[in-house]
């Protein structure tokens, strides 16, 4: 099946630092998601992508949507305290039959120091 | 904001015990999914559910899970005998097309 590779797998910064994380395929999705994961919660969605080459923001977040369709980043600026967690990127494969079949990546653990 | 609901919010059980998990998905979702993450991996696909019926499952989703939506409002997952590694975080999540809300989860033990 289709497997997204994301990196890194953990980041350790300083507040107010910047931070950029990222997601590959071999395979092309259509829809790539980005959600945030706190201890002992389930993943809540943070920024959706829909169409090849789009930049979306939210806030300090920033995700774009690859123009091969194959990957997506995640940008954090002026990082804070409670941006820690754990960071999935999703996807839902071309050619997929079911809506949210999603397709998660491994993760990427974030720890901010103040 | 409409939220996934999910109970309880940990389960423990003997091995080889029936369990099931529960949840009530947002009302005006039509698609509905099982997803689970075992201890310090990735969330992974069991199921998808729509119009009554299993639209699409993984290879994990094999003869000892079945979903349900007894009523209106509910959607369950049993695992009929349960294993040492179905120990894991159940999602359940919800959507109208392509962006699932989560809910917060039932971790379940298996001893």
């Known amino acids: 099946g289709q497997q997204l590779n994301q990196s890194p797998q953990s980041m350790f910064i300083q507040e107010g630092e910047d931070v950029s994380m990222n997601c590959t395929s071999s395979?092309?999705?259509?829809?790539w998601l980005w959600y945030k994961q706190d201890p002992g919660e389930g993943p809540v969605l943070l920024i959706a992508?829909?169409?090849?080459?789009e930049l979306t923001s939210n806030g300090r977040l920033t995700a774009q949507f690859g123009i091969t369709r194959k990957d997506s980043f995640l940008n954090i600026s002026a990082s804070i305290p409670s941006d820690v967690g754990i960071y999935f990127c999703?996807?839902?494969?071309?050619?997929?039959?079911?809506?949210?079949?999603?397709?998660f990546g491994q993760g990427t653990i974030l720890t901010v120091h103040p | 904001e409409p939220e996934v609901t999910q109970t309880p919010s940990h389960q423990v059980t003997q091995m080889g015990q029936e369990v099931i998990l529960r949840c009530v998905p947002i009302s005006n979702h039509l698609y509905f999914y099982w997803y689970r993450q075992i201890l310090g991996q990735k969330v992974e696909f069991l199921v998808s559910?729509?119009?009554?019926?299993?639209?699409?499952k993984s290879e994990i989703f094999d003869d000892q899970f079945s979903v349900e939506r007894p009523d209106g409002s509910n959607f369950t997952l049993k695992i009929r005998s349960t294993k040492l590694e179905d120990s894991a975080m159940y999602f359940c999540?919800?959507?109208?097309?392509?962006?699932?809300?989560f809910g917060s989860g039932t971790q379940l033990s298996v001893l």
């Open positions: 999703a996807g839902l494969p071309a050619g997929g039959t079911s809506y949210g079949k999603l397709t």
């Open positions: 395979s092309i999705f259509n829809t």
């Open positions: 992508l829909y169409k090849a080459g």
């Open positions: 559910f729509y119009n009554n019926e299993i639209s699409e």
């Open positions: 999540a919800s959507s109208e097309e392509n962006v699932a809300t």
